[in-house]
Each structure stands twice: as structure tokens, then as C-alpha cells.
Nanobody
């Protein structure tokens, strides 16, 4: 069982930046494809960004393309989501997800392990 723990959420003004972290347990992080999803109150969970297990391919939701960057540090067993130029509509609980190997998938059902989430609130 892989445990994922997110951190880095908080309250920020529109136009500001945050960096989310997702720390994974175990020693197999380098073989995991990683992704970030978000869910705002009253809405369905939506894909934000993903990175394949090799770290050489990424995928982004259109609304965050150019503002958000997903990355990984295998030595630290941690994935990151750098969020710049934040907008009020980015407000949500952000969760990371992982699966063994694979590409930068958008579908949540393709991921096996999930974190509890971290709240991101962007004020206008």
C-alpha cells in the first residue's frame, strides 16, 4: 500500500503562487506515474496535471496550461505542482494520485493510490 501525503496548500491572493508537494511512502516512487486532481465544492473531481513514470512526459488541463508545472524528484520520493498566476476559479481541494508505471493519464480511475488532499483558496 502506497501512502501519499500532500502539503503546501493555503490562502493566496489572485495572481500569487503556491507549490504543492506530494510525498510518497516506500521505495518504488521512481516507477510511479503521478497526477494532481482537484475538486471544488459542488463540482466533480477534475484532472489538473500528470507526469509519466519516466518523468519525460507531462499533461495539463487546458485551463492551467502555462500557469501550472508538474515535476518530480525521485531522490525525495516527491511530486510537485507549481502553481503561478492563480485565479479564484483555481480554489479547490487538490489531491495527488499515483499508479505503477504508465503515462500521464487524465482519467482518475487509472490511478491506484490517492492522498487526502490539501485546500487551496485564491481570493480575488
Amino acid at each position: 500500500q502506497v501512502q501519499l501525503v500532500e502539503s503546501g496548500g493555503g490562502l493566496v491572493q489572485a495572481g500569487g503562487s503556491l507549490r504543492l508537494s506530494c510525498a510518497a511512502s516506500g521505495r518504488a516512487f521512481s516507477t510511479y506515474a503521478m497526477a494532481w486532481f482537484r475538486q471544488a465544492p459542488g463540482t466533480e473531481r477534475e484532472f489538473v496535471a500528470a507526469i509519466n513514470w519516466r518523468g519525460d512526459s507531462t499533461n495539463y488541463q487546458d485551463s492551467v496550461q502555462g500557469r501550472f508545472t508538474i515535476s518530480r524528484d525521485n531522490a525525495k520520493s516527491t511530486a510537485y505542482l507549481q502553481m503561478n498566476s492563480l485565479k479564484p476559479e483555481d480554489t479547490a481541494v487538490y489531491s495527488c494520485a499515483a499508479r505503477s508505471y504508465g503515462s500521464a493519464y487524465e482519467r482518475p480511475g487509472l490511478y491506484n493510490w490517492w492522498g487526502q488532499g490539501t485546500q487551496v483558496t485564491v481570493s480575488s
